[in-house]
């Protein structure tokens, strides 16, 4: 909402698809929700998703052998939305449309796609009622995570160093899971995107060494909230990429995502730390041995 019409060529997908295979990288591609339904003027979203335009692309992109491990549906709708909003009762019953369309476009693989929604920030009431409607539709519920505000904010240092600011991060990873197990429901939870700091964040602070304290406090925390995975915004754009956007030199956050994935297992264990506030603790078993790394943050 709010920016000029886009459009993604073929020629464009096929250039990313491209990429994607030589970077071994797995995709998850985010679906537009709002094709062809009217906004009212308080942002409510009037009728059922429109997936004429997703159907083709997927079509497209089985035909041309393209491997996608995931299709999910909208961005920032949930709860109030960000300029635009879909009832929960509502994106329900369009997450149940999309799982048929991936069933539909799948039905010769053994492996289908993830289907995954709804990509926007957390709600209880909101993602309460949406995980109860769908719960038997979708894989994984994914939520986005921008706890330090604007990236204008002048004291983002100040929060990110702040062990009480670091602690409120923890409730809507908590909160997730209370209602997934609330509700019984098979699907996971992931940060489907995390930037710390909304509008791009702000230069020379995420994008710089002290903004890996929130970074590998945030993977740390939502790890130990069984959160699956965690969606770093960007790889490359804005102020808080993992790479430099000139140059493509890896920022400070780029290290830290990559010891994370190399040491950290799936297996987290408890961890405290007594004595100081100052200093954060996290301990996964590791990937590939018999071993435990520990992640001591002192702020």
């Not at 770093?232 to 430099?244: F, V």
Request: glycine residues 10%.
């Amino acid at each position: 909402m709010g920016y000029t019409q886009g459009c993604l060529p073929l020629s464009r997908w096929d250039d990313l698809n491209t990429f994607f295979r030589n970077s071994r990288a797995k995709v998850i591609f985010g679906l537009n929700a709002l094709y062809q339904r009217e906004v009212k003027t308080d942002g409510s979203v009037i009728g059922p998703w429109n997936s004429s335009d997703a159907e083709a692309l997927m079509k497209y992109t089985v035909d041309k052998g393209f491997t996608i491990h995931g299709w999910e549906l909208g961005n920032e709708l949930s709860g109030h939305g960000i300029g635009a909003s879909i009832g929960a009762d509502q994106y329900a019953s369009d997450m149940v449309s999309l799982r048929n369309l991936v069933q539909k476009i799948y039905k010769a693989f053994e492996v289908k796609p993830l289907v995954l929604g709804p990509g926007g920030f957390f709600d209880a009431n909101w993602f309460n009622e949406f995980v109860n409607k769908s719960k038997d539709s979708l894989q994984v519920i994914t939520q986005h995570i921008y706890n330090l505000g604007p990236g204008v904010d002048n004291h983002l240092v100040e929060k990110i160093l702040n062990p009480s600011y670091l602690d409120g991060g923890s409730q809507p990873f908590r909160d997730v899971q209370n209602i997934l197990k609330q509700s019984k429901a098979s699907m996971v939870a992931w940060v489907g995107e995390a930037g710390g700091a909304y509008n791009s964040g702000h230069n020379h602070v995420t994008n710089s060494f002290v903004f890996s304290f929130w970074y590998l406090d945030q993977l740390g925390m939502a790890a130990s909230y069984d959160t699956k995975t965690y969606c770093r915004q960007t790889l490359i754009g804005g102020n808080y990429g993992l790479l430099n956007t000139d140059t493509y030199v890896p920022n400070p956050d780029y290290y830290s995502a990559l010891l994370w994935h190399r040491l950290m297992g799936r297996r987290v264990l408890s961890t405290s730390f007594q004595g100081t506030r100052m200093i954060r603790s996290y301990a996964h078993c590791s990937k590939r041995s018999v071993t435990i790394y520990f992640l001591l943050l002192q702020l």
